[in-house]
């Protein structure tokens, strides 16, 4: 590779760039723009919350109240835990939304008439999860006493079952703080294939496409000069609404910054992929504006960024599966709100390096293909 040819496609990539000032500046308003909308957004109804229940009493009332939940619609009991330790890693590797823990007693204290408190841990790095689920269950609670009091015929106020709600990873239930991290990585995905579908197929337009492949430039020497630019300004978009989130939202950032930039890291590479190879297959900018808005649309709707995934039919959450976005808002998510490692983000994680694998690596071959024509 000849370092002086790729710095000479970098430079002509932004002296194309600075030739559109309208551009530059709608790329840079663009994510301003975004964080002030999604930074209220409001929160959706859900159902089918997967749930982890903690029965230490092992009594009819605690089965009454177990089925209390699984039968609301509302609530998926998929783990049985042996102690409310043994929740943490459910609720940190995302495996559970919430727990409902009966403790040992709950149902000798009603019957001695005395209020009987349960726990219901919330897995608070999902704010429209978080908020709405813990008042489905205080909800449940509120009923399941009801109906005990007319099982037994009492018309006054009797012993009930005190649910008292305990959030976990976001305590404040505020929207921002799961909003701003799962921004950061659709802003950058928006961006860069927005930019990198209109890269090649322009110069193709303008007939330079061809006048480039005659030249002695390698093609890892035009990767490198095409996607350096465009991936410097997917950063600077990045820093700038994590800046936003950070300093003027004040959003809680507890884990570390490194699963941060290996997650992003991942992710861009898959949005580059993605956007060279719209522009490589089609022949005209409509068409790749066409092809970008044909990807958006369902990943936008789909990854979870804007509804949760476990309220969508079952039919449609497997589809999620294969949306980058949703893993790497996993990762984000998880870093920034609950503080998550490596470890617990294992899965999202290897789910980044195989969509980077695959789209950029297929992005690789068709350009090299394409020089060799």
């Known amino acids: 590779m000849s370092p002086k040819r790729i710095r000479l496609l970098i430079w002509k990539e932004f002296t194309q760039l600075r030739r559109d000032p309208l551009l530059i500046r709608l790329l840079l308003l663009m994510p301003v723009m975004q964080l002030i909308l999604f930074g209220y957004v409001v929160a959706v109804d859900v159902r089918n919350l997967s749930t982890a229940v903690v029965d230490l009493d092992h009594s ?3 089965r009454a109240l177990e089925s209390a939940f699984s039968g609301s619609g509302y609530f998926t009991i998929t783990q049985h835990a042996a102690s409310e330790d043994a929740l943490r890693p459910l609720l940190d590797g995302g495996t559970v939304k919430i727990a409902l823990v009966i403790p040992q007693g709950t149902q000798d204290r009603l019957t001695l008439g005395e209020t009987a408190p ?7 790095s999902d704010s429209q999860i978080s908020a709405v689920g813990s008042g489905y269950a205080s909800q449940i609670v509120a009923e399941f006493n009801s109906q005990r009091r007319d099982d037994l015929g009492i018309q006054v106020a009797a012993p009930t079952v005190d649910a008292r709600v305990r959030v976990m990873f976001n305590p404040t239930l505020d929207p921002i703080n799961t909003m701003i991290p799962g921004l950061i990585a659709a802003i950058m995905m928006i961006s860069l294939m927005v930019i990198m579908s209109q890269a090649v197929v322009k110069e193709r337009e303008s007939g330079t496409l061809e006048q480039m492949f005659v030249t002695p430039i390698k093609a890892t020497e035009y990767l490198i000069g095409k996607l350096t630019p465009y991936a410097a300004l997917a950063t600077a978009q990045m820093l700038l609404v994590a800046a936003g989130g950070l300093f003027w939202f004040k959003v809680p950032f507890n884990g ?20 060279l190879l719209i522009s490589l ?35 449609i959450q497997p589809l999620t599966n294969l949306i980058p976005l949703t893993w790497a808002l996993q990762v984000l998510r998880g870093a920034f709100v609950k503080g998550s490692g490596f470890e617990a983000l294992a899965g999202p994680m290897l789910a980044l390096v195989a969509f980077a694998v695959v789209i950029f690596g297929a992005a690789i071959v ?8």
């Open 60 to 62: 009819s009332t605690s």
């Open 118 to 124: 349960i726990g219901i841990i919330v897995d608070g």
């Open 256 to 275: 570390s910054i490194w699963v941060v930039l290996a997650g992003l890291f991942l992710f861009m590479f898959t949005c580059l992929g993605l956007g």
């Open 281 to 315: 297959v089609s022949r005209t900018r409509h068409q790749a504006q066409q092809a970008v808005m044909f990807i958006m649309i369902p990943t936008m709707v789909l990854s979870g960024f804007i509804f949760p995934i476990a309220s969508m039919p079952a039919i």
């Open 366 to 373: 068709a350009t090299r293909r394409r020089i060799s024509e």
